[in-house]
C-alpha cells in the first residue's frame, strides 16, 4: 500500500525522472531524505494498525510532490489509482465524495458488521462499484473496530508527522453506513 508508493518515488528518482514528476529528481539530497524518512515513519506507524485500506500520504510529502497542483495523471499513478479513477478526477473534475457516490452506497453489498466505507483522503473514485479501487485497497469496509484503529492511526500520524496543511485534518474518508 504505502509501501508501493514508496517504491514508485524511489524509482522515479533512480530512472532520473524521464516520464513523469521531474518535482522528484529537482530536490536536493537531504529534502529528498527528509521526505522518505517522512514516509517511513508513516509507513511503520501504519503497519502497527493494519487498517483496511491505506491513508492518505504525508500532508508534507504530498505538498512537495505536487500533489494538486495539476499533474493529476501521475500523481495518480503515483499513488496507485486505478486509471478510470484518475480519469474521473482530472476530465470530470470530481473532486470529492459527491451525491452520486452516495446513491452508490445503495447498490453495494454491505457486510452485515461493516459501519463505514473508507478511503485515502483525498482519494476520488470514479465510483464507489470501481472494482480496481476495491481491489487495490483503495475502498474498503470497515466495522467498529476497524474504525477505533483507523482514528487512533489518524491521532498518531497526526502526533508524529506533525504539519501546517490546513486541507488535511484527517487521513481517511469516512462515510458512515450505520
Known sequence: MLEKVYERI???????????LSVICRMDDFQFNQLMS????EIEITRKYNPPTRPALDPVISTEL???RGDD???GRLLGYPECCIRSFSEDTRYAIDEDHLEEL????VPGDACAVVLPSGFIPCSLRCKEAWERKLIAFA???DMRRILELE???RRELPHFHIAYDEYFEKIIIK
Open 10 to 20: 524511489v524509482r522515479i528518482r533512480d530512472d532520473g525522472c524521464r516520464d513523469c
Open 38 to 41: 517522512r514516509l517511513q515513519l
Open 66 to 68: 505536487g500533489v494538486y
Open 73 to 75: 495523471e501521475n500523481i
Open 106 to 109: 445503495a447498490e453495494l453489498e
Open 143 to 145: 466495522d467498529r473496530e
Open 155 to 157: 491521532e498518531e500520524l
